[in-house]
């Protein structure tokens, strides 16, 4: 989700200015406190003022002073965090074409492409570095303002991030957006050539 603020953290009778972050799974809270409240610990969400307050099993209560239009929005992001089909762009009426993923993992039904018509978005797992070869060949089954996601494991695994972006870019490409796919894997959107800043 990738949202952060310095803010007063209160939890257990300590209080401390500290570097928040808001992930796609879990608050991360900096030092001095160096605290990680996964989503799925968090049993209560609600907004007191300017504080985001939340409640975890492993915590008890932690106050977050963001503001209250910061806080309320933080809020609403936990309790409903993007799905895998919302972060790849995967709307009513965009046509999805799948090479070596799994539609079940997107958690959602995708609409594929008529048969001889580009796809909006090309959904393509690239699990070894000779597979980013097809990158060019690939992009001629998107349409002309569509997107191919190139979906690779983490960890520095081969193909690494940065192979997938040289192999991208090496086809013309311009890398736009990087999407948590799951615990073990990423992914990246290309988009036909844009002049970059």
């Not at 978005?121 to 998107?142: C, F, G, H, K, N």
């Not at 997938?164 to 999407?179: E, F, H, Q």
């Not at 615990?183 to 959107?189: G, I, S, Y």
């Amino acid at each position: 989700m990738g949202a952060e603020a310095v803010a007063t953290v209160r939890v257990g009778g300590e209080a401390a200015e500290a570097k928040v972050l808001l992930e796609t799974d879990e608050v991360i809270v900096r030092q001095p406190l160096k605290l990680k409240l996964p989503f799925a610990d968090i049993t209560s969400i609600r907004v007191d003022g300017d504080d985001l307050v939340l409640v975890t099993n492993a915590h008890g209560p932690v106050e977050i002073a963001l503001g209250e239009k910061a806080a309320a929005r933080w809020a609403d992001k936990i309790a409903n965090p993007p799905t895998l089909a919302d972060k790849l762009g995967l709307k009513a009426g965009v046509t999805t074409a799948l090479v070596g993923v799994d539609a079940a993992e997107l958690g959602t039904d995708v609409t594929p492409p008529k048969k001889g018509q580009p796809a909006d978005v090309l959904l393509y797992a690239a699990d070894s570095p000779d597979q980013l070869a097809d990158l060019d060949a690939l992009m001629r089954r998107v349409a002309d303002r569509g997107a191919l996601w190139v979906v690779f494991r983490k960890g520095g695994a081969k193909p690494t991030e940065n192979d997938v972006i040289a192999a991208g870019r090496g086809a013309g490409l311009t890398d736009t957006k990087v999407a948590r796919w799951s615990a073990t894997h990423t992914a990246l959107r290309f988009v036909r050539g844009r002049a970059r800043p």
